[in-house]
């Protein structure tokens, strides 16, 4: 799996904590992994990384994630 980056506009509906606000809107990551993107500097808001899940994201902010790919297991079968 290749790295992926979103680009998202904040609406007035979706608006409040930054970590509820991505689980919403990318809904295919788990809101603890969304947390420890944010915390990792992953994620931005209009264009200053944020390292705090509860940031408060309002109507208009541009929110941009970089989801880089799953680190390989070391695990043993």
Known sequence: M???YYQLECTQEK???LD???AVCLPE???ARLQQLIQDGLVKVNGKAVL???FAVAAGD???VEVPPPQ???LAG
């Open 20 to 22: 509820k606000y991505l």
């Open 15 to 17: 608006a409040g904590r």
């Open 62 to 64: 541009r929110v941009e």
């Open 29 to 31: 990551y788990s809101r």
């Open 72 to 74: 390989p297991s070391h």
């Open 52 to 54: 705090k899940p509860s």
């Open 2 to 4: 290749d790295q992926q």
